[in-house]
Structure formats: C-alpha cells, structure tokens
C-alpha cells in the first residue's frame, strides 16, 4: 500500500540488524523465526524504504571467526548495502553476550576483562568506522551489579570514565571522526545498572576528557522501566546539545524491556515525543530499537517494521494539524499570555529588578483562582489523534 505515510529513505529511519533480525529468543523460550543473514535484512530494509542499518560487530562477524572468514562476510554485507543503497550510520560493540563479560565490562572488576573490552571495542569501531558509521553507541550491558557488597560504584564509573577518555583519545589518534553516543538503561541483564538515566549520563558526559565528542543515546523503554518521562529526558539532552541519536520503540512502564513496536503502547506518548523530535530541528538518524512479538513469522517482522515507520509519520502528521489547528494553537496562545504588569519583572537579573520583584504586591487569590484550561486542551490533542479534527 502506497500512501502519504509510506516511508522513504529520506525520512531517516534506520533498524539494527539486532531487531529486524530478532528469532524471537527470550529468557523462557527458544528461537521461533528463522535467523536472517545480514545481507538478507538489507535486502528488506532496503524494500520497505528505510535509510540504513545499524549493527553490533557480533551481528555481523562471529565472534570466533578468523580473519579469512571476518573479510569475507564484510565484503558481502559491503556488497549488499551498495546493491540496494542503504547507509551504516550507527555501530556499536556486543560486551554481554560473551560469559567473559559477565561482570561487565568496562567496569568489571576483573582488569584483564576491562583490557579486553577496550580491545573488543577498538576492533569494533574500526569495522564501524569501514562501514561509514558516523555514531558510535555505547550500551553498558551488564555494567551493574545483583549484590552492592561486589563492586564500589566510584570504582565502576572511574573505571568507565577511563574507559571513555581512552577510547576518544584513541579515536582521534586514528583520524575518525567519529561522536560517542551513551544508552542509559536502569536495570536488565543486572539488577542494578551504573548511570541508569539519560539524565545521569549527560551529567557524567561533562566529567569526560573529550566530553564534545560525546553524547547520548536515548530509549524510550529504557527511561520507562525507570519510571520516567521519555520526551522529558530527550528534551533535556537536546537543550544540552547532546541528543547524537535516539533508540525508539515502545513500553507499558516499569517491567521488563519490552522493545515493542514504535507507537504500540503509549500513542500519545509517541504523539509528544514526535512532536517535539519534529519541532526541535533533530536531523539525525531515528533508530527502531525494537523488535516483533515474539508470535511473529517473516511476514509479521515485516509488518512491524513498516508499523513502526508509519506510526511515525502519521504522528508527525498529526503534529502539523495540531500547529494548524486553530482552537489548541489558541488555548495555548491564552494559557501563556504575557502579563504586561509582570513582564518587566522577569528576566535577566538586575539589581534594580531584584528591588522591583522584592517590592511587588502580587494577587496571589487571582492567581491560585485561574483555570488552565488543560482538560480541554488534552482533550482536543485527543481528539486530534483519534482522527476527528
Ligand atoms: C540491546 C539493547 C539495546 C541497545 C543495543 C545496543 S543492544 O538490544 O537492549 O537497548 O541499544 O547495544
Ligand atoms: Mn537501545
Ligand atoms: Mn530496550
């Protein structure tokens, strides 16, 4: 079906090969799809109009492979991604799958494994870096601890922070130009993870050598298992100048990471976030870290995927009438006006403002007696999005 919300390459939609490709694996059960090759997701990628794929090294080479084996699938996925025009912009390292990494692994406690990673993650960035990726995503994994007796947090976010400084001093050493991207996620695979918030990672990113090359990576599900507002969390690191990238998908609050469809739970929520990626002036990649219900066979990953891109250009759609729609954009035109009589009270600090403030003789019974007039303005938005404005 062709319409006016069909994706197209320049809507900037990308998928990592992790989720189109997800057999279906969870804690309690097995693989019920069969795996997709990586040239094989490109060639579906490509068909139903997204702009690029993203990977971590392990989704593309196997972690055992010689260097026979790692050149041949590269030139492949090389090959198929010229076939059908589709662009790497992101990558990332997998350091959680390996039972090497089970204690972490930038912060693991054990130095030979923190060695290691670094490796792992040089050698990570360096196929990245072949393939054009611009961003570089770093997704903790198992950072965390079950039992708070087996590691000191100073400890673990100095050890990241080394972590961090070394690789950006690395990167630049080696010309790439290349910018940091960090995933916050509160829990899961650990059961309590180092810098769970968006917000905890913008503040650390201050803390970094080459804190301009880096930012953050945020996911809708991860800052929802926090209990979190996702839209407040992205607008945050946008006024920061570090939202670099951003992971959507879906998730019904605090439980387990559901990484469902884009849109499938919380639509209004998915209506605000839209709205504001569309209004801000984001132009980066916008990544669909998600994947199909595990109910799924080849057809239904399909139909997530365009599920996904279409809910977002139906939101974005949705967020013009609402800039159009002359009974909200008038509300909202009335809930701000400006008070004439308290503006000049307002604004940078003066010493003669402040005595002006200090003075004032505020109707406090005027102010506290005001309706907003929210339930209506929620309710058009509503409306709005139940299509009949
Ligand atoms: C994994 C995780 C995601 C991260 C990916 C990048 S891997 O699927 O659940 O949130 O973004 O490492
Ligand atoms: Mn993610
Ligand atoms: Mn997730």
Redesign the pocket.
Known sequence: MQDAYTPRPEHRFTFGLWTVGNPGRDPFGDPVRATLTAPAIVELLAGIGAHGVNLHDEDLLPRDADAATRERITVDFEKALADHGLRVPMATTNLFSDPVFKDGAFTSNDPGVRAHALQRTMRAIELGVRLGAETYVF?GGREGVESHVSKDPLDAIRWFRDALNFLTHWCKDQGYDLKFAL?AKPNEPRGDLFLPTTGAMLGFIETLDHKEMVGVNP?VA?ERMAGLDFTHAVAQAWDAGKLFHI?LNDQAGPRYDQDLRFGSSDIKGAFHLVRFLEECGYDGPLHF?AHAYRTEDAAGVRDFAIGCMRTYRILADKAARMRADAEIQGILAEIRRDDPAVMPLLGAYTAERAAALRAHAFDTEALAARGMRYERLDQLVTELLLGIR
């Open positions: 997704w995933e996911e991860h992971d870290d």
